[in-house]
T-cell receptor, first 110, second 115 residues
Framework: QKEVEQDPGPLSVPEGAIVSLNCTYS??????FMWYRQYSRKGPELLMY????GNKEDGRFTAQVDKSSKYISLFIRDSQPSDSATYLC??????????FGTGTRLTIIP | GAVVSQHPSRVICKSGTSVKIECRSL??????MFWYRQFPKKSLMLMAT?????????EQGVEKDKFLINHASLTLSTLTVTSAHPEDSSFYIC???????????FGAGTRLSVL
């Protein structure tokens, strides 16, 4: 079993729809949770950062962490074609190394 | 967010030559930087962790004599691919860790093609 599981997709949704991206993990030591967006042939860009459990909202993006279920989510509201990218979840327990999900390829259809 | 600059973005070289990639944190000091390799449609694979002023820590299976890492200052780390071969062709990405939040900020990546 991988430490972090993420549905690789691909996921295609119409413009304006709400997108839900998810990761599950097995290591209960993870405390820091991140979502990165990666466009083709570019480096990952930090979207959201959450420490421990809870919700965090930034514009059209909402990150949720449920440590009891070892489950994290990223919601994208009013999705735009520019949101088409690969989304990577990442997490760490504080030992500096990040553990990544495999990434979900998302396409927003105009 | 913090800015990490990586150069060059693209390099094509002949087999047997060495290539140096630079990673700079522009607006913060990074005691720790990381080097990753990414294959097409795959997630990031950590190659090594670089701490300022000390030797890099390499992941299992990564040849330290092949991939030389130097972290001479709090804002600069370099990766040198020595005697590059076609199998070294890949997308290399650096990141820098900011402060105590365990957040890594990534460079734009370097696409290396060895002919």
């Amino acid at each position: 079993q991988k430490e972090v599981e993420q549905d690789p997709g691909p996921l295609s949704v119409p413009e304006g729809a709400i997108v839900s991206l998810n990761c599950t993990y097995s290591n209960s030591a993870f405390q820091y949770f991140m979502w990165y967006r990666q466009y083709s042939r570019k480096g990952p860009e930090l979207l959201m950062y959450t420490y421990s459990s809870g919700n965090k909202e930034d514009g059209r993006f909402t990150a949720q962490v449920d440590k009891s279920s070892k489950y994290i989510s990223l919601f994208i509201r009013d999705s735009q074609p520019s949101d088409s990218a690969t989304y990577l979840c990442a997490m760490t327990g504080g030992n500096e190394k990040l553990t990544f999900g495999t990434g979900t390829r998302l396409t927003i259809i105009p | 967010g913090a800015v990490v600059s990586q150069h060059p973005s693209r390099v094509i070289c002949k087999s047997g030559t060495s290539v140096k990639i630079e990673c700079r944190s522009l607006d913060f000091q990074a005691t720790t930087m990381f080097w990753y390799r990414q294959f097409p449609k795959k997630s990031l694979m950590l190659m090594a962790t670089s701490n300022e002023g000390s030797k890099a820590t390499y992941e299992q299976g990564v040849e330290k004599d092949k991939f030389l890492i130097n972290h001479a200052s709090l804002t600069l780390s370099t990766l040198t691919v020595t005697s590059a071969h076609p199998e070294d062709s890949s997308f290399y990405i650096c990141s820098a860790r900011s402060g105590s939040k365990n957040i890594q900020y990534f460079g734009a990546g370097t696409r290396l093609s060895v002919l």
